[in-house]
């Protein structure tokens, strides 16, 4: 039975719970009345209309307008919001009010949706928010016309998961508005929308050499600005836009806050097909998701002729040091794993990211021959997000092939920049349409060089003997910078060694885990170079110890403690501590032998009691009886300059002398009293201190016994100051 539904004048009135409702004429929502579709129930409308001239609360329900006939479906005088919006059957059905839908629009049989009315002036909004952004469902049969507003959310701001002003790279899914009527609002600042666009030209908001509104030109390999905010906004290539928060925020700088760009006009429908891009052999070039849909890149790739398998996303996120955002790689190869992944980015670690959002411009490159990005419907997929979040990758993702994954952070834990090797039977060891070449970030780059390109992706035949990866850096800063490597699915008889060619060594990087290695960027130009580190693969060996950390920690008579742990302890002959102010000269200031040497886990501790007045950087040096030498990573901290302390080394003594070092003290006479533990005085004597560093030899006599002590130092003005003494 078909019925009708009439909302009479009361408060409220919840449906929950039912599959579905149906109505014959319509659902009419009176003056004072909420109707709440409360949960992922289906309401019904045929061959009538939704009049709301109350509160209609969709929750997770869908509404369907259903039938044949010609006429207004979606009426009243109160705005309306749906979740998901379903037109079906024949005929036109019209928007003759303010709606909006903030999930799924579909348009299926042959019918019509007419977005702004038979009178084009109503408006109807494709929602957008950190949380969901709307999506036009495929359209096979059915159609839109008229002007919609299509919005694209913008997280700027500096509230937790939020970006800083940043550079976006933004499609254009409508046609009709100009820059000035879309993105600059017409010149007004409405909160939550818009931005400040600047450059040189006619209708800016200000006038700037360095546009903040441009687009890729191919041929030159630049960006190019745009110079008139009254023409057409519709770019089928996408634009890079700086976004600095809404059209509030309109001094450079102003607090970001986070913005919707929306454009209004005519959507891409199969009555309507978005132009395709030609792509130049050889040569990178942009284009803009036409849809205001997700699209799944591997059917655009499909779809497409003469380009790779492998697109580039802008990830606002991917700070690094400079904080300016940089570019992700995704290839097809690597099944869409974002090159540069991590938790804290939209683009996570380990997680496959084949989608382009709507709203969300990429590049891609041209192959040998080049050719045309094309689109269809079946491009279109469901879904949306703000930040990806997918499956991870693993050993049964592709189960004949292997990957490292090697990540640049910063010294600050941000992720700065990474790349992805990836082995396989049939890859090639040359350049070919496997690799992808990289786009260079303003900010960290970490790539791969191969035949002097700069490779993001690397696609190489099974590991063997003497294989090296070439790796590539640029625009990294003198500061602490940590890689690490993570494998996957790597079974093999080989040991790989990370050469560091600025300070001579190498380092095992497990392949059957992930290891993290630390390295410095100083003064010394050398210690940037480009090519400083490489990969390269040996036979197995037993690797003779495994350094787990290593850790420095000051301490409250002003010395440092170094702290390392080993695994596969073996064969060593002694650990060698090593200490330097710039973090790539070292020199030796300690030595302790190998305590167990049988394979299992040991931890050491090393006490520098004249630690350098600023900033001290350590190593481990291990020794082999072979005459082999392992390092450890290098850590670092810093004493405050100027600082007073006193304090012994080394210790343990050795052959019963006591350095004693005073550090900024007062000038005068200082009383040295060494006590046993029984409170006995063994060592009595006076020094005269008239330097800010002074360095006092305590010689003891042979006959003192090994042990703890304590050595007491008393200034003129009876200030007593203690130090724990162990006599080897």
């Known amino acids: 039975m078909r019925i009708k539904y009439f909302v009479p004048n ?59 006939t010609n006429a207004a479906v979606i009426t009243g005088s109160i705005p309306v919001t749906f979740f998901n919006l379903i037109f079906r059957g024949t005929g036109t059905k019209s928007n003759n009010n303010d709606a909006s839908v903030i999930a799924t629009l579909g348009v299926s049989g042959t019918t019509v949706f007419d977005a702004d009315g038979v009178s084009n002036d109503k408006p109807f909004i494709l929602k957008s928010s950190d949380s969901a952004t709307a999506n036009v469902d495929i359209l096979t049969t059915g159609n839109i016309i008229g002007n919609a507003t299509v919005e694209r959310f913008i997280n700027t701001g500096s509230n937790p998961g939020q970006h800083a002003k940043s550079w976006q790279f933004l499609a254009t899914p409508t046609t009709g508005q100009t820059y000035f009527q879309s993105w600059q609002e017409g010149g007004a600042t409405p909160t939550g929308f818009g931005t400040w666009v600047t450059g040189t030209g006619t209708g800016f908001d200000a006038t700037a050499v360095l546009p903040s509104l441009k687009y890729y030109d191919p041929p030159t390999n630049s960006w190019i600005g745009i110079t008139n905010t009254g023409n057409l906004l519709q770019n089928k290539l996408g634009y890079m836009l700086f976004v600095r928060g809404d059209r509030t925020v309109n001094t450079y700088n102003g607090v970001p806050n986070n913005t919707n760009m929306r454009s209004k006009g005519v959507l891409f429908t199969p009555f309507n097909p978005p132009a395709a891009v030609p792509v130049t052999a050889n040569l990178f070039q942009t284009f803009g998701n036409p849809y205001a849909s997700r699209i799944e890149f591997n059917k655009v790739y499909l779809a497409s002729t003469g380009i790779n398998d492998v697109f580039y996303v802008w990830d606002p996120k991917l700070s690094g040091t400079y904080a300016l955002g940089g570019y992700q790689t995704l290839s097809g190869i690597t099944g869409y794993i974002p090159t540069a992944g991590s938790a804290t980015t939209f683009y996570p670690a380990g997680v496959p990211s ?90 960290e780059n970490f790539g791969i060089i191969r035949n002097e390109k700069i490779l993001t992706v690397e696609a190489r035949e099974p590991i063997s003997d003497n294989d090296t990866i070439f790796y590539h850096f640029q625009n990294l800063r003198q500061q602490g910078y940590t890689l690490r490597f993570f494998p996957v699915n790597i079974s093999t008889t080989l040991t790989a060694f990370l050469v560091d060619r600025f300070n001579n060594n190498s380092t095992v990087i497990n392949l059957m885990d992930s290891s993290i290695f630390d390295f410095i960027i100083t003064a010394d130009i050398a210690s940037a170079d480009p090519d400083r580190f490489i990969l390269v693969f040996k036979p197995a060996i037993i690797v003779p110890v495994i350094f787990i950390n290593i850790a420095a920690n000051s301490n409250n008579d002003q010395t440092n403690t170094v702290t390392w742990k080993v695994t596969n302890e073996s064969n060593i002959k002694e650990y060698r501590i ?73 210790n343990p003594v050795v052959d019963k002398q006591v350095k004693l070092a005073f550090f900024n003290q007062k000038k005068g006479t200082y009383l040295l009293e060494l006590t046993n533990k029984l409170g006995q005085v063994v060592y009595r004597n006076s020094v005269y201190i008239d330097q800010n560093n002074f360095v006092e030899i305590i010689r003891l006599e042979k006959t003192i016994a090994s042990g703890a002590y304590q050595l007491s130092i008393l200034n003129e003005n009876g200030m007593k100051t203690v130090r724990p003494v162990v006599i080897e």
């Not at 014959?24 to 061959?47: C, E, R, S, T």
């Open 354 to 443: 084949p989608f382009i959002e709507s709203g969300q411009a990429v590049f891609v490159k041209g192959n040998a021959t080049g050719g045309n990005v094309n689109f269809n419907e079946n491009c279109k997929v469901a879904g949306n997000r703000l930040v990806n979040k997918g499956p991870a990758i693993n050993e049964n993702t592709f189960p004949n092939r292997q990957f490292l994954f090697t990540s640049l952070f910063t010294n600050t834990g941000l992720i700065g920049d990474g790349n992805i090797v990836a082995f396989q039977e049939g890859f090639g060891n040359g350049l070919n349409e496997f690799d992808a070449e990289k786009i260079i970030n303003a900010g």
């Open 578 to 650: 090593q200490r330097s102010a710039n973090g790539s000269l070292f020199n030796d200031i300690g030595a302790t032998s190998a305590e167990i040497n049988n394979g299992s886990i040991s931890v050491y501790n090393f006490v520098d009691a004249m630690p350098l007045p600023n900033l001290n950087f350590y190593r481990i040096k291990a020794v082999e009886y072979s005459g082999q030498i392992l390092y450890s990573n290098i850590v670092n901290i810093r004493l405050a300059d100027g600082q007073p302390r006193i304090a012994v080394y080394p």
């Open 10 to 68: 009361v408060i409220s009135i919840i449906f929950t719970g039912l599959p579905f409702f149906t109505a014959a004429q319509g659902v009419n929502i009176n003056g004072g009345i909420q109707l709440v579709a409360k949960g992922p129930i289906q309401l019904v409308v045929d061959n009538g209309a939704l009049k709301n001239d109350g509160v209609f609360t969709a929750d997770s329900s869908t509404v369907i307008f259903d039938g044949g």
